[in-house]
């Protein structure tokens, strides 16, 4: 039978969620309570890879277990798993979906604070920045629903059949005080590093290292920049993970990052 996992995890210990050798891995963590319980492994799928670092306030994984069990799983891998990985919901499916290859949307949230804040440091990215440009920045950020080849924005782009993604949704808002900053956006799909790396380049052109021209060449050129310099991965939320038959609203709630900021469009 196969299961939906809907989950959370706090990124900021390990080295992402796929598993590697030599590397702390939320895969392993969770393969690891899954065996705990079950006394055999159970390799599960998840829904994509984020980097080192990079939080998920919404993640989805499946699993195949053939077993019969009557206790309480959910509390069970609760009690198991570190306090960084949270399980919210176990769903028994139909047939076979696939928890990557099945998903039609993912929405990424990555934070931004300009004033230094020691609460804020593992949920939001700290850029000593209190004159950036919010206004050119928005700019960059309307330009990305314009144009479907992201080719100049990712690590190996040949690695990929093709570099096409159909970004329907980009904003950037802050808070009242403009010293909170959130990046917004959601594709059918994503790149290696590509939203770290559109990042970078946007937090450029809020800096005036970058004009506005020059980011948008980067889209009808396709040639990869000489120095992609990704922003920070603390800070970056895979946040809502979307599928045609199921489409959870996310369960966490973020102690700093989200909670008490009136985030207005910028």
Known sequence: MRYFFHIAYQGQHYNGWQKQPGAISVQEAIENALFKIFKFPVPING????????HASQYFFHADIETDFDFDLLYRLNKALPQNIAIFDIIKMEGLPHARFDAVQRKYDYFIHTYKDPFLNHQSSFYLEPKIDLASMKAAVNLLPKYKDYRAFCTQPNKYEHTICNVKEADLLTNASGDRIRFHIASNRFLSKMIRILMGKILKVGKGELSLDEFESHFITLETPKTLDPAYPTGLYLSKVTYPYLNLAPRTEFLSA?????????
């Open 47 to 54: 829904c994509g890879r984020t980097d080192a670092h990079v």
């Open 258 to 266: 989200m909670q008490g900021t009136d985030w207005k469009s910028v």
